[in-house]
């Protein structure tokens, strides 16, 4: 690995990054942001990462639910999860066009959609369920998703949000009907993962509690980035 002495990294952007066990020593750090899974943070010999950790739950009590075993406390989490979508679709319907808007190089309001649409069909359909049915066309996976035409992906395809959000209400219906019926014992059984080629080959051995969080986590996520995003294009437009 690269040794960095006395660069000027003034204005770097690192984006999908492994920085594990990343030492900075020396540094000037003001007006640095920080996104991504960060644990195990030590600041001036501070172990940060508890405060943010608390912060976070402070501003987003939903993020409690969601990591509990209880599936009382998931229905709500998920519930929640919905409302705050809602309100954020309800959001970008003041701004028509905004939803196609991207900055800093990120996914657009429906490019995220189209990404939770693929969430859904590969961590609850295909990892929950059990389904070996191809992908739905407009998900839109990431770029180590490999064969993703092979795997029922369009990536020529350009839907409108209220294509999109149809397909999520579909996606939100079934995933309602599995979570009223599914017990708390069941979801500590290892998940019915197919052995097959498709996405995600690393879901395998793992819990039915565990890509069901998986699909939590990314709602959770892509809906803080979503935001996050908006605000900042509502502000230039506003500047």
Do not use: K
Request: hydrophobic share 35%.
């Amino acid at each position: 690995m690269r040794r960095y002495v006395d660069e000027d990294l003034q204005g770097a952007e690192l984006r999908e990054c492994n920085l594990n066990r990343t030492r900075m020593i020396g540094v000037q750090m003001q007006g640095a942001v920080i996104d991504g899974l960060v644990t195990d943070l030590v600041v001036n010999g501070v172990e940060v990462t508890q405060y943010v950790e608390a912060e976070l739950d402070r501003r987003h009590p939903v993020r409690l639910l969601l990591r509990s075993d209880d599936v009382a406390d998931l229905r709500r989490g998920w519930q929640q999860l919905g409302t705050d979508w809602a309100a954020t679709v309800a959001r970008m319907r003041q701004s028509p066009g905004i939803e196609h808007e991207s900055v800093n190089d990120e996914w657009s309001a429906v490019q995220t959609l189209r990404h939770l649409v693929f969430v859904h069909d590969s961590w609850f359909r295909r990892c929950c369920l059990g389904s070996t049915d191809l992908f739905t066309p407009m998900g839109l996976g990431i770029d180590s998703v490999p064969d993703r035409e092979e795997q029922g992906l369009d990536p020529s395809v350009e839907p409108t949000l209220d294509e999109v959000l149809a397909v999520r209400h579909e996606q939100a219906a079934e995933l309602e009907r599995w979570l009223d019926s599914v017990t708390s014992e069941q979801l500590r059984e290892p998940a019915p993962v197919p052995d097959d080629d498709m996405w995600p080959p690393y879901a395998r051995g793992r819990s039915l509690r565990q890509c069901f969080g998986t699909v939590l986590g990314e709602e959770l996520q892509h809906h803080r980035f979503c935001v996050r995003d908006l605000d900042l294009i509502e502000g230039s437009a506003a500047g």
